[in-house]
Nanobody, 120 residues
Framework: QVQLVESGGGLVQPGGSLKLSCAAS????????MGWYRQAPGKQRELVAT???????NYDSSVKGRFTISRDNAKNTVYLKMNSLKPEDTAVYYC??????????????WGQGTQVTVSS
C-alpha cells in the first residue's frame, strides 16, 4: 500500500502563491501517475493537475498557466506550485496516485488533504 501525506496548505491573499508537497511512504516506482485534486464546500472533488513518471502533465483549464505540477521520482514526492491564486481556488487539496498513465479517472491512493484558503 502507498501512503500519501500532503503539506504546504494555508491562508494566502488573492494574487499570492503557495507550494504544496506530497510525499509517498514508499517508492513511486510502480506509480504511473500522481496528481492533485481539490474539493470545495458543497462541490464535487475535481481535477487540478496530474503528472506521469515520464513528465507528461494535464491541467484543468481553471488553473492552466497559474499552477505548475512537478514530480521528483527519486524523492517519491509530487509538488504543486500555485501562483496568482484566486478566491475560487479555496478548497481542500488532495494528493492522488495510481498505476495507470492513461486513465482519465483518479488513482486508488489518496492523501488526507491540505486546506488552501485564498482570502483578503
Amino acid at each position: 500500500q502507498v501512503q500519501l501525506v500532503e503539506s504546504g496548505g494555508g491562508l494566502v491573499q488573492p494574487g499570492g502563491s503557495l507550494k504544496l508537497s506530497c510525499a509517498a511512504s514508499r517508492s513511486t516506482f510502480t506509480i504511473a501517475t500522481m496528481g492533485w485534486y481539490r474539493q470545495a464546500p458543497g462541490k464535487q472533488r475535481e481535477l487540478v493537475a496530474t503528472i506521469t513518471r515520464g513528465g507528461n502533465t494535464n491541467y484543468d483549464s481553471s488553473v492552466k498557466g497559474r499552477f505548475t505540477i512537478s514530480r521528483d521520482n527519486a524523492k517519491n514526492t509530487v509538488y504543486l506550485k500555485m501562483n496568482s491564486l484566486k478566491p475560487e481556488d479555496t478548497a481542500v487539496y488532495y494528493c492522488n496516485a495510481g498505476r495507470s498513465s492513461s486513465s482519465p479517472y483518479p488513482g486508488n491512493y489518496w492523501g488526507q488533504g491540505t486546506q488552501v484558503t485564498v482570502s483578503s
